[in-house]
C-alpha cells in the first residue's frame, strides 16, 4: 500500500520537531522536498491516479508540499538566530581562563629533597614491597619474637606472616640480599601503625639510608648524617646523638637537631628542651650480616632511618600531621 500523503505530512511535521540545528533542517528539505523526496515522488504518482482523484489529490499534495517548505523555512530561520545569539555572547577577545595547575605534595617535595641530598653524596634509591613478610620486617632485622614492636596494638597483620611494613628497614635487608659489598642505599616508601593522633597517622612515610663496606665508622655516620641537616636545613643546624637502642644497630643514636623555631631557647615546638628529635641511626648490628650472608667479621656499616612528615612539619612549620592527607587545597598550595 502506498503511503497517504497525509501519512508524509504528519512524518515530516515530527521529525522536525526533532531536529535543533540548521543542517538537520536542510537534510530534512531534501529527504521530502527534494527531486527524489517522499512528497515529490507523491506528486509525479497523481498522473497514475484515477482520472476523478487527480485534481482533488493534486491540490492537498501542493497544500502539504507549501506547509512542509514553510515550516522548514521558518526552522531553518529559527535555529540560524538562535546559533547567532550564542555567538554574539561569546567575547573570543577575553582572556582564557586559567587551567588549575597541580603541584607536588609537599611529603612529595621533602622525601625528593632527602633523597637528592643523599643521591649527591653517592646513595642509591632503593624499594621495597609495603607488604612484607615477619622474616623482613622482624626477624631477620634482629627483633624478636617477643619485642613490643611486634605488638597487635603496633602493627597491622595481614595474616600470621605477612604485615603492612612498619618501618623501611626490611629493604636494609632486601639490598644486603641482592647486592654484594660495598652498598649506599636510601628507601623511601610508605610505612603502617596502629596509631592515631595530632603526630601520628596509621600510615606515613620514612627514608631508610644503609651504608655498609669493611671499615666504615661511627665518625662516618656522624659525617653523612650531620651533611644531610646541614643541607636540608640549614648550616647553623647543630646536630646532637643520643645513646639510644635498636635491635638492628649496635651501638644506636638518636639524632636530635637544635629547634629549627628558637634556635635553642626553648619553645612550644621543642617542648622547651632546645632539641628536637629528628631520626633514628646507628651501627648495623652483626646479627643481619649473618642473616644476609654478608662476610662475618669484616662488614661494617651504618643505618638510619626518618619519618619525611615530621622532617616537612619541622621545615616547613606544620603544626598538625593530619593536614598532610586532608586534601585541604588551600594547604596544599602553599607548597
Ligand atoms: N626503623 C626505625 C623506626 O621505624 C628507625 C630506624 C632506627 C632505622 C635506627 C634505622 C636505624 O635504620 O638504624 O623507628
Not at 515530516?12 to 533542517?25: F, G, I, R
Request: proline share 6%; aromatic share 8%; with cysteine.
Amino acid at each position: 500500500m502506498e503511503t497517504s500523503i497525509e501519512q508524509i505530512l504528519e512524518e515530516a511535521l515530527k521529525a522536525l520537531e526533532d531536529a535543533s540545528d540548521v543542517e538537520t533542517a536542510k537534510a530534512l528539505s531534501v529527504r521530502y522536498l527534494g527531486r527524489k523526496g517522499a512528497v515529490t515522488l507523491f506528486l509525479r504518482g497523481i498522473s497514475q491516479m484515477p482520472p476523478e482523484k487527480r485534481a482533488a489529490m493534486g491540490k492537498r499534495a501542493n497544500d502539504i508540499k507549501n506547509t512542509i517548505d514553510t515550516a522548514l523555512k521558518d526552522a531553518v530561520q529559527r535555529f540560524e538566530t538562535a546559533q547567532k545569539g550564542l555567538e554574539a555572547r561569546i567575547d573570543v577577545t577575553l582572556p582564557g581562563r586559567p587551567v588549575p595547575l597541580g603541584s607536588l605534595h609537599p611529603i612529595s617535595l621533602v622525601t625528593q629533597e632527602i633523597c637528592d641530598i643523599f643521591v649527591r653524596l653517592g646513595f642509591d634509591i632503593v624499594e621495597g614491597p609495603d607488604v612484607e613478610s615477619d622474616w623482613y620486617n622482624f626477624e631477620a632485622l634482629n627483633i624478636p619474637k617477643n619485642h613490643p614492636a611486634r605488638d597487635m596494638q603496633d602493627t597491622f597483620y595481614v595474616s600470621d606472616n605477612i604485615v603492612l611494613r612498619t618501618h623501611t628497614s626490611p629493604v636494609q635487608i632486601r639490598t644486603m640480599e641482592k647486592q654484594p659489598l660495598p652498598v649506599a642505599v636510601i628507601a623511601p616508601g610508605k610505612v603502617y601503625r596502629r596509631d592515631s593522633d595530632l603526630t601520628h597517622t596509621p600510615m606515613f612515610h620514612q627514608v631508610e639510608g644503609l651504608l655498609v663496606d669493611r671499615q666504615i665508622s661511627f665518625g662516618d655516620l656522624k659525617g653523612v648524617l650531620t651533611t644531610f641537616v646541614h643541607q636540608m636545613f640549614d648550616e647553623r643546624t647543630s646536630l646532637r646523638f643520643r645513646p639510644s637502642f635498636f635491635p638492628f644497630t649496635e651501638p644506636s643514636a638518636e639524632v636530635d637537631i637544635l629547634c629549627v623555631m628558637c634556635r635553642g631557647a626553648g619553645c612550644r615546638v621543642c617542648s622547651q628542651t632546645g632539641w628536637l628529635e629528628i631520626l633514628g641511626s646507628g651501627m648495623v648490628h652483626p646479627a643481619l650480616y649473618e642473616n644476609v650472608g654478608y662476610p662475618a667479621g669484616q662488614s661494617s656499616g651504618f643505618a638510619f632511618g626518618m619519618g619525611v612528615e615530621r622532617i616537612a612539619m619541622l621545615k616547613y612549620g606544620i603544626d598538625d600531621i593530619r593536614k598532610y592527607f586532608e586534601n585541604d587545597i588551600r594547604f596544599l598550595r602553599q607548597f
